[in-house]
């Protein structure tokens, strides 16, 4: 039993043993002063029970989720923010969806961030693996992605960001304009998408949804001042231009 569900119970246990004892008392204190008395305690409690933290949803996989992925893209109105290691199975499945997404709705602003194909956890990340990681995630940025970006507008190309990390994401995320956040997370021989999904909603979970969105901003902005040096990000999609993947790894990872 959850700490929330556990609270619940015991607040409705008190107020039905203050009924009670209110109704017992009834012949001395009266019928009137009995009923303000038991509505007083209620809505109490009521209000009580309203200030408790509400747990986040958890679903299944991805696949359990409803709306689905795709619905939840295609209702997006001002903002979509992807995170994840290679993104190839977003891009395998949604590319089409963002595509229409950039282009019917000119007030969505989407934004990306994956794994730098040259950062050194692709290389641990390879010792367990039997697939060519780095050459999958460059094939991910060359195919997939590139196919989504060449079907925009040029209007809708300024609206799309896509940067690569060095740093590794500890989960796949998808935030919906800045309010609801799906949270997927990395496990040892597993896919992310058949992984449990934990949902959060910046109105029932505001302190965990400011701090893992602003984590998440910091990183994807990582590099964008000349304090932060060390293997700054790499940016594919910038400004409606197509940069793609460095062929060289050595001329992202130090400042100019």
Request: glycine fraction near 4%.
């Amino acid at each position: 039993m959850t700490q929330t569900r556990l609270l619940v119970l015991v607040s409705s246990v008190i107020v039905a043993l203050c009924a009670l004892l209110i109704w017992i008392l009834r012949p001395s204190v009266g019928v009137s002063v009995a009923g303000s008395l038991l509505v007083a305690i209620v809505v109490t409690a009521l209000g009580w029970l309203a200030k408790l933290p509400s747990p986040p949803q958890i679903w299944p996989n991805r696949d359990s989720l409803t709306p689905s992925l795709m619905s939840r893209m295609e209702q997006a109105q001002t903002s979509l923010f992807l995170v994840g290691f290679s993104l190839e199975t977003t891009f395998k499945d949604y590319a089409g969806t963002l595509a229409r997404a950039l282009i019917d709705n000119s007030g969505l602003h989407v934004r990306i961030l994956m794994l730098h194909p040259d950062s050194l956890h692709v290389r641990a990340h390879q010792i367990f693996s039997t697939r060519p990681v780095a050459e999958r995630i460059r094939g991910t940025v060359n195919g997939f992605l590139k196919e989504l970006f060449d079907a925009l507008t040029p209007e809708a190309r300024h609206r799309l960001q896509v940067r690569a990390t060095h740093y590794l994401p500890r989960f796949a995320a998808r935030v919906f304009d800045d309010s609801t956040m799906l949270l997927n997370f990395y496990l040892f021989k597993s896919r992310a998408h058949e992984n449990p999904v934990i949902e959060l909603r910046r109105d029932l979970h505001k302190e965990s949804f400011a701090g893992i969105l602003r984590s998440l901003d910091e990183l994807f902005h990582y590099g964008d001042t000349q304090q932060e040096c060390n293997r700054p990000n790499h940016r594919i999609v910038e400004n409606g231009r197509w940069y793609g993947l460095p062929k060289a790894k050595s001329k992202d990872l130090e400042c100019d």
